[in-house]
């Protein structure tokens, strides 16, 4: 079949290959927080780049995400969200990118599903960062739970 050099030299190609076609991670890591969160959302996988949902459309002022917003889910979500399962998979995210009147952003909210987080409620993970990438809040947060718990039978994911 193959010579000794010319079969290690079959195998690195092999590898080097597969190597290539691992696509990057769509999540961030499950240990990581806020500031690591942002990063990888604003430089290592952009959240512009993800798929972007149908419109919340234009919201009154005192709406939870503002008078505009526009939502965006990883990989793994839109394809969760494409195949109608539920719960979604390890991983999911979402994210609500917020807009003033003016079209500014005014603040991104998140939500990641992470395993053994917060089981009664989803095992969501919920982030609001600042246009600058200031962390403002994360983890279970009161307000997004109080919402998103009317949508529990789709896994609190407004659809």
């Known amino acids: 079949m193959f010579s000794r050099p ?3 030299l079959a195998v690195l190609a092999a590898a080097t290959l597969t190597a290539c076609m ?3 991670p769509s999540a961030p890591d499950r240990n990581s927080r806020g500031p690591d969160i942002y990063r990888f959302i604003t430089a290592e996988e952009p959240y512009r780049q993800w798929k972007k949902l149908p419109p919340l459309g234009k919201r009154p002022e005192g709406a939870p995400h503002g008078p505009q917003a526009t939502v965006y889910a990883n990989p793994i979500a839109a394809e969760a969200l494409e195949g109608g399962t539920l719960p979604m998979p390890a991983d999911s995210a979402l994210l609500v990118e ?4 003016d079209e500014t952003v005014v603040s991104l909210e998140m939500m990641i ?11 969501w993970y919920w982030l609001r960062f600042a246009p600058d990438g200031e962390v403002l809040k994360e983890g279970a947060m ?12 789709s896994d609190y994911v407004f659809k």
């Open 6 to 8: 010319h079969r290690t």
């Open 113 to 123: 599903k992470r395993p053994d987080f917060f089981r009664r409620h989803g095992d």
């Open 98 to 101: 917020n807009r003033g009147k």
């Open 22 to 24: 691992i696509a990057p």
């Open 142 to 153: 009161g307000q997004c739970i109080r919402c998103h718990k009317r949508r529990r039978q």
